[in-house]
């Protein structure tokens, strides 16, 4: 008989026999499988960590003991235990959230989905309950291995130690991976515990000497294990590693074997201070295609065929797809150019460049402050770094952008894939903020491409400059359609169109270049004279915009960020500054954390669709809050259309 449907919450493990535990564990693989392959995410990481987490909540009392997720898209098994099942719509607007949510479970703690800091949120819970009198209550932080390679971790680490009197557990998820297989010394340090071969010797013999004794000498192998990985940390040192940070060191465990991980945790639970538990996973246990995917092990998926792991989804070109080609091209052209990135050399387009130039590509690990002022050093050595990173990430190195490369006007570009809004993955990984930030960093340069060939010819642009950092950011997704300029201006803005009369300039800001031509036509439709330009470069303002836009009575900008301090703001600003006093609505995102849901349900629900910014242009007209220049011998008032009308 099933036992997942009668899964409600964390206390009805309690009831269940080692083998009914195992039994669930490939029930919930199944699920998550069957479940993810329909609506995509994140099913590596989880078919990883599915007997961790049912120890987890057998051994804690979640939410009295809180359960943090570093990152936390391994955290579906988690939401499965704490009686969510209902998968049919994860990730989509009125469905479970990808990462943990508050709104969804009292067992849901830290939202963010950034690596490295749930060390730092466990520290200062566990302070907390020790202030506040509930001192016995545990915080268990689960950490994937990758997620050491940031300094964040060790920041927290270093501060644990100086507070030893309080119940608080990290679990580090070592299964060698982040997106891919991590790197840099940390890795290659556990690399050797997880392979040491005295470590899997001693194993492997001890286990057969006890077992050939029958259930007795099974249990007594259980009981003596955690005092043979003390003995084996001898050959591998890695206690010593933690021991000298303060820290007991328990492990490494076998993330597969729920009675040694129930023992484990146990002995960790009652041992009175911070300790830390080494759990060795594989991602993508138990589903071979996703074993046989040597790039990510199905880190994250789109919709795929349960049965075989092939993609449902269409062949459509992405924006990563054509970057990556277009940085090979800038590669061969220029042997300066490198690149870099942070633990996503895959997801951000890295790899056709890593695999053509191998000695110049450098990923760091988790570590985006560290990549951006080790660029700025590699600009200094007379380099040009390319660093590749998700928009959402820029925030955790603003001050490297800031300080180190923009004080210094070193010759860096920085490509933020996924800028704007991502739909999906919810308000931690929406773009959305990229924008507002590095237009404040003095002599920066940011560039917002519309189509595939302009992201190619910006990239081109942008690796000349040697003198002050430069950005090209697109969204997730397939890459637009291409918009022909009828007319490059002498400062390199495109316009795409003009009507009769200079009405309403349209600022459109990267692939809201195609919103703003609808905009456009809907408004000529009503005798509104409208023109559309992409600034291509949108910062800084270039002098025709200005221009343009002194010839116009209204300036409308739209853009895929959020509103506040964004490109419709600055341009206001310019026009200002040069005594131009055309009226300028900025259109953009409200500063909110947007949840998750499609692309399209986002800027519907923000205004931003042909038809609402329409209506709203002709309604000023007809409130005659902007005078309209009409067609010669054209009189009346404007008629708007009963299908616009509210």
């Known amino acids: 008989m099933p036992i997942l449907p009668s899964i409600t919450g964390p206390r009805d493990l309690d009831r269940l026999t080692p083998q009914q535990l195992t039994q669930l564990a490939e029930e919930i693989r199944g699920f998550l499988v069957e479940n993810v392959a329909r609506t995509g995410g994140h099913l590596g990481p989880n078919l990883g960590v599915v007997e961790l987490t049912i120890a987890l909540h057998r051994t804690f009392s979640s939410p009295d003991d809180p359960i943090i997720f570093d990152t936390g898209h391994q955290s579906y098994v988690h939401k499965i235990l704490t009686g969510r099942q209902d998968f049919s719509a994860l990730r989509s607007r009125g469905g479970l959230a990808g990462y943990p949510q508050r709104s969804e479970s009292a067992h849901d703690v830290v939202e963010s989905s950034h690596a490295s800091s749930s060390l730092s949120w466990a520290d200062g819970i566990s302070r907390a309950f020790t202030a506040t009198g509930r001192a016995d209550r545990h915080v268990v932080a689960v950490v994937g291995d990758g997620a050491l390679t940031g300094g964040m971790t060790w920041e927290a680490l270093n501060n644990i130690t100086d507070d030893n009197d309080r119940n608080l557990v990290i679990v580090v998820n070592d299964n060698g991976r982040s997106y891919a297989p991590t790197i840099g010394g940390m890795s290659r340090y556990l690399n050797r515990v997880r392979t040491a071969g005295a470590y899997k010797d001693l194993h492997r013999k001890s286990d057969r000497l006890f077992r050939a004794f029958g259930p007795f000498g099974r249990a007594v192998f259980r009981g003596v294990r955690g005092g043979t990985h003390g003995f084996l940390s001898r050959f591998?040192?890695?206690?010593?590693?933690?021991?000298?940070?303060?820290?007991?060191?328990?492990?490494?465990?076998?993330?597969?074997?729920?009675?040694?991980l129930l023992e484990t945790l146990a002995l960790a639970k009652s041992y009175g201070a911070p300790v830390i538990v080494h759990v060795i996973t594989e991602k993508g246990r138990g589903y071979q295609p996703a074993l046989d995917d040597e790039a990510d092990q199905f880190h994250a998926v789109g919709r795929i065929d349960p049965k075989t792991g092939g993609a449902l989804s269409s062949d459509t070109r992405g924006w990563t797809d054509v970057f990556a080609d277009a940085l090979v091209d800038v590669g061969a052209r220029d042997p300066k150019v490198i690149a870099m990135t942070a633990a996503m050399l895959r997801p951000t387009g890295l790899a056709p460049f890593a695999e053509r130039f191998p000695d110049r590509v450098y990923d760091v690990g988790i570590a985006e402050q560290h990549a951006v002022a080790s660029a700025a050093g590699l600009a200094y050595g007379g380099l040009h770094p390319v660093v590749a990173m998700?928009?959402?990430?820029?925030?955790?190195?603003?001050?490297?952008?800031l300080m180190d490369v923009g004080l210094h006007r070193a010759g860096v570009?920085?490509?933020?894939?996924?800028?704007?809004?991502?739909?999906?993955?919810?308000?931690?990984?929406?773009?959305?903020?990229?924008?507002?930030?590095?237009?404040?960093?003095?002599?920066?340069?940011?560039?917002?491409?519309?189509?595939?060939?302009?992201?190619?010819?910006?990239?081109?642009?942008?690796?000349?400059?040697?003198?002050?950092?430069?950005?090209?950011?697109?969204?997730?997704?397939?890459?637009?359609?291409?918009?022909?300029?009828?007319e490059r201006l002498g400062d390199g803005v495109d316009v795409l169109s003009r009507g009769e009369g200079e009405d309403?300039?349209?600022?459109?800001?990267?692939?809201?270049?195609?919103?703003?031509?609808?905009?456009?036509?809907?408004?000529?439709?009503?005798?509104?004279?409208?023109?559309?330009?992409?600034?291509?470069?949108?910062?800084?303002?270039?002098?025709?915009?200005?221009?343009?836009?002194?010839?116009?009575?209204?300036?409308?900008?739209?853009?895929?960020?959020?509103?506040?301090?964004?490109?419709?703001?600055?341009?206001?600003?310019?026009l200002r500054e040069a005594g131009v006093d055309t009226a300028v609505d900025e259109l953009g995102l409200p500063d909110a954390y947007i949840d998750h849901a499609s692309?399209?349900?986002?800027?519907?629900?923000?205004?931003?669709?042909?038809?609402?910014?329409?209506?709203?242009?002709?309604?000023?007209?007809?409130?005659?809050?902007?005078?309209?220049?009409?067609?010669?011998?054209?009189t009346g008032a404007i008629d708007l259309p009963l299908h616009e009308r509210h």
Do not use: C
């Open 413 to 486: 570009t920085f490509v933020l894939d996924r800028a704007g809004v991502t739909g999906p993955d919810g308000p931690s990984h929406h773009g959305i903020w990229d924008l507002s930030m590095l237009q404040i960093v003095p002599s920066i340069r940011i560039a917002a491409p519309r189509d595939a060939a302009r992201l190619a010819e910006t990239l081109d642009e942008a690796v000349a400059v040697d003198d002050a950092p430069t950005v090209i950011r697109f969204p997730k997704g397939a890459v637009s359609a291409e918009i022909p300029a009828i």
């Open 599 to 634: 692309r399209e349900e986002i800027l519907e629900d923000a205004g931003l669709t042909a038809s609402k910014i329409a209506h709203d242009v002709v309604a000023q007209v007809l409130g005659t809050r902007i005078p309209i220049a009409r067609p010669a011998g054209e």
């Open 504 to 574: 309403v300039l349209l600022v459109g800001i990267g692939p809201f270049a195609s919103l703003a031509l609808d905009v456009a036509a809907r408004l000529r439709a009503q005798g509104i004279g409208a023109t559309v330009i992409d600034p291509r470069w949108v910062i800084p303002v270039q002098p025709s915009v200005v221009e343009l836009a002194a010839r116009h009575r209204l300036v409308i900008t739209l853009e895929d960020g959020i509103r506040v301090g964004g490109i419709g703001t600055r341009v206001r600003q310019v």
């Open 390 to 401: 998700y928009a959402t990430f820029m925030g955790r190195s603003f001050d490297q952008v």
């Open 236 to 260: 591998t040192n890695n206690a010593a590693l933690y021991s000298n940070l303060d820290i007991k060191y328990l492990g490494p465990v076998d993330g597969h074997d729920l009675p040694a």
